[in-house]
T-cell receptor
Framework: GQNIDQPTEMTATEGAIVQINCTYQ??????LFWYQQHAGEAPTFLSY??LDGLEEKGRFSSFLSRSKGYSYLLLKELQMKDSASYLC??????????WGAGTKLIIKP | ETGVTQTPRHLVMGMTNKKSLKCEQH?????MYWYKQSAKKPLELMFV???????ENNSVPSRFSPECPNSSHLFLHLHTLQPEDSALYLC?????????????FGPGTRLTVT
């Protein structure tokens, strides 16, 4: 079967750095997405990785290792507004999105 | 604002009611999706439409009936639902299906079945 694993919940301090991990086992791979979802709001696109390595976009970076079936989302200089759920999703060989259950990130002052 | 709107935002219905959820996208996309989001579970893809044609139905019970009258509008008709159908129903759109483009989501309809 296809599976995406990510931690259910994480807590971090304002101004710090946090890394949210995602591991996957899917039938094929055509890229990995990260989405952010604030409570009661729509998920919004953060990043897409299809090649190995780190992609940086402001305070957020996303890393991919295809050989390890592993990705992480790195958030720097955390702000209170970063409190949200972060969803990892993999595009499989049929170009279907397989979703993780999301990681709820709690930022404390 | 993501360019995808959903109404109503909240809905409470009894098991014998009939209601409809509406989604509208203003992005000129060709593909639209219905997802079910339950607490602490992955998003469940329910239906996919491409250019108003249904291309996927992931074994969804017949008490959920989608309708796509044009590429900008998507409906989900609900009847004789069960309490376990209570969830957040998300609509999304993308430029096309089967590609690597990101999906744009609406804010969802929080459905409670009593």
């Amino acid at each position: 079967g296809q599976n995406i694993d990510q931690p259910t919940e994480m807590t971090a301090t304002e101004g710090a750095i946090v890394q949210i991990n995602c591991t996957y086992q899917t039938s094929g791979f055509n890229g990995l997405f990260w989405y952010q979802q604030h409570a009661g709001e729509a998920p919004t696109f953060l990043s897409y990785n299809v090649l190995d390595g780190l992609e940086e976009k402001g305070r957020f970076s996303s890393f991919l290792s295809r050989s390890k079936g592993y990705s992480y989302l790195l958030l720097k200089e955390l702000q209170m507004k970063d409190s949200a759920s972060y969803l990892c999703a993999v595009l499989d060989s049929n170009y279907q999105l397989i979703w993780g259950a999301g990681t709820k990130l709690i930022i404390k002052p | 604002e993501t360019g995808v709107t959903q109404t109503p935002r909240h809905l409470v219905m009894g098991m014998t009611n009939k209601k409809s959820l509406k989604c509208e996208q203003h992005l000129g996309h060709n593909a639209m999706y219905w997802y079910k989001q339950s607490a602490k579970k992955p998003l469940e893809l329910m239906f996919v439409y491409s250019l108003e044609e249904r291309v996927e139905n992931n074994s969804v019970p017949s008490r959920f009936s989608p309708e796509c009258p044009n590429s900008s509008h998507l409906f989900l008709h609900l009847h004789t639902l069960q309490p376990e159908d209570s969830a957040l129903y998300l609509c999304a759109s993308s430029q096309e299906t089967g590609g690597v483009g990101e999906q744009y989501f609406g804010p969802g309809t929080r459905l409670t079945v009593t």
